[in-house]
């Protein structure tokens, strides 16, 4: 069974920087890129961005470039979602999924002064 | 860019009666693996989505019957053929390549 574990919830400070990771078992973390979406409070999700863990090979939203970094880790089978210059508009529940049909539990990420 | 968008963006359905959702997106979503790469998910509240359809009509793992799905090209359809209370909630179709997102559609039971 697919199984993503993501790390606890954030709080940081507007210009802060946040890292989430995300802890898969259950499948050879090489076979499938690992995405991270963005859900608002209140709002629908947003695909922010994929790693392929085979080569940490990433690919990023426009709207994130600049801002975001993923990475993926095969010694541990963990992949990670680095976001800098927080705003608070990014105050979000940050969600890791692999193969369309596995997903993280959801790492909610407040930013405030 | 791809942009999906969904109809209606909530619908309220009597238990047992049918609910659809449309799904119309900007561009033909056949890819050149032959595959049409449209996803419909369910999200309850306070958790993340669950995959219910892939590749436009296939049901995923331990779906019920009641889900199916249908369409080609740029116009997508999920179909509840008859609605129980567990399947409230908002309703999102989804593109493959990078993961764009409908806006959602919340089903009232």
């Known amino acids: 069974e697919v199984q993503l574990l993501q790390s606890g919830p954030e709080i940081k400070e507007p210009g802060a920087s946040v890292t989430i990771s995300c802890k898969v078992s259950g499948y050879n973390f090489t076979d499938f890129y690992v995405h991270w979406v963005k859900q608002a409070p209140g709002k629908g999700l947003e695909w922010m961005g994929l790693v392929d863990p085979t080569d940490g090979e990433s690919d990023y939203a426009e709207r994130f470039q600049g801002r975001i970094t993923i990475s993926a880790d095969t010694s541990t089978d963990t992949a990670y979602m680095q976001l800098s210059g927080l705003r608070s508009d990014d105050t979000a529940v940050y969600y890791c999924t692999v193969a369309l049909s596995g997903w993280g539990q959801g790492t909610l990420v407040t930013v405030s002064s | 860019d791809i942009v999906l968008t969904q109809t209606p963006l909530s619908l309220s359905v009597t238990p047992g009666q049918p609910a659809s959702i449309s799904c119309r997106s900007t561009?033909?979503?056949?890819?050149?693996?032959?595959?049409?790469?449209l996803y419909w998910y369910l999200q309850r509240p306070g958790q993340p989505p669950q995959l219910l359809i892939y590749?436009?009509?296939s049901r995923f793992s331990g779906v019920p019957e009641r889900f199916s799905g249908s369409g080609s090209g740029t116009d997508f359809t999920l179909t509840i053929s008859r609605v129980e209370a567990e399947d409230a909630g908002t309703y999102y179709c989804?593109?493959?390549?990078?993961?764009?997102f409908g806006q959602g559609t919340k089903v009232e039971i």
């Open positions: 590749e436009v009509s």
């Open positions: 989804m593109q493959g390549l990078h993961l764009t």
């Open positions: 561009q033909s979503l056949l890819h050149s693996d032959g595959e049409t790469h």
